[in-house]
């Protein structure tokens, strides 16, 4: 009984956090915001593609005021909760649909099965790698800088601008982790593998950066050993250790690279969220090990089978399906990347401070 009550008073704080800044008036906190990364902050980016990571059906959606949207969970994603704390009114539109005046205050670019290689996900089909997801931001600060009048004030625009990235799940998940399927495994241990990723990953933050972002969140990646996924593969209900410490390989030199950027672009604030801390809320759900929605077991494998019912009981599932959190997740754990509730949430800061971080460009 104790458990059940520990359980719902979470979520009516949390839930109450989010709905009171909803009645702030005012204008946001920034005045646009960029979002790069993979399925979990795709809101309707690989629609139209040509791949099986595809989530613009039911029951994905189920509690979206939209209905499916491409979003791969039952309703908001980690990029829409961060826009309500940000203040803005509206969520952020993907980039195959964003148009006008609108991308003023942003554009979403992410993908689902998307990674920081370009291999990553292809047995999926086609999916917006981070590389083409800087082109496509290339097309967008050109079309900015129609709107302002020139590249310059197009520039100083977005150095005001906030940019989250939050991608390398499918370095693992639809790479790493498929030696069947793609050799890198075979190629690289899993420290060395973490080491090629983050030297990627880096070229790509240096292009942001020469394109003007000055206030970047880098999402670390959460306990991929933990997902529904992982589980059946290795036929077990606890998180698979080896993969794990794979992933804290990653993380581990990713906050390494903040350190790192910081010091070379001193113009710049560049913060690690801990997503694998921030992933251990365990104990505000009692359905951990198994998703909300039917899966599918075959392609695309793990995924909601469309058109069939979900839980009903939602808010106490971690996992939606095989792979990504539920809304409920999603709004507790982006809550603590804005408003870190322990030191080691965010490092050197969480996003709260990231935006009011005062830089040459704010004056």
Known sequence: MAYCVKIWFTLAITFLVLNLKTLVEGAPQVP???IFGDSLLDNGNNNDLDTAAKANYAPYGVDFRDGPTGRFTNGRNTAD????????????PPFASAEGSEILEGVNYASGSAGIRNDSGSHLGDRIYLGRQLENHKVTISRVADLLGN????KKHLNKCLFIVGIGSNDYINNYLMPETYPSSHLYTPSQYATALIEQYSQHLRTLYEDGARKVA??????????????????????????????QLFNSNLKSLVDNLNTNFPDAKFTYINMYSISSITDTFSVLNRPCCEVSETMPEGQCV???????????????????????????ATNRAYNSLLSSDAYPMDIRHLVRNK?????
């Open 359 to 363: 830089n040459v460009y704010d004056e």
């Open 306 to 332: 469309p058109g069939e019912t979900p839980c009903l009981l939602r808010g106490i599932y971690f996992f939606y399906d095989n792979f990504h959190p539920t809304e409920t997740a999603n709004m507790i």
């Open 218 to 247: 880098l999402f670390g990646l959460g306990r991929i050993g933990c997902i529904p996924d992982e589980l059946q593969k290795h036929n077990t209900r606890r998180c698979v250790s080896s993969t794990n410490d794979a992933i």
């Open 151 to 154: 590249t310059t004030a197009a």
């Open 32 to 34: 646009c915001y960029f």
């Open 81 to 92: 909760f961060l826009a309500e704390l940000l203040d803005f009114d509206h969520y952020i």
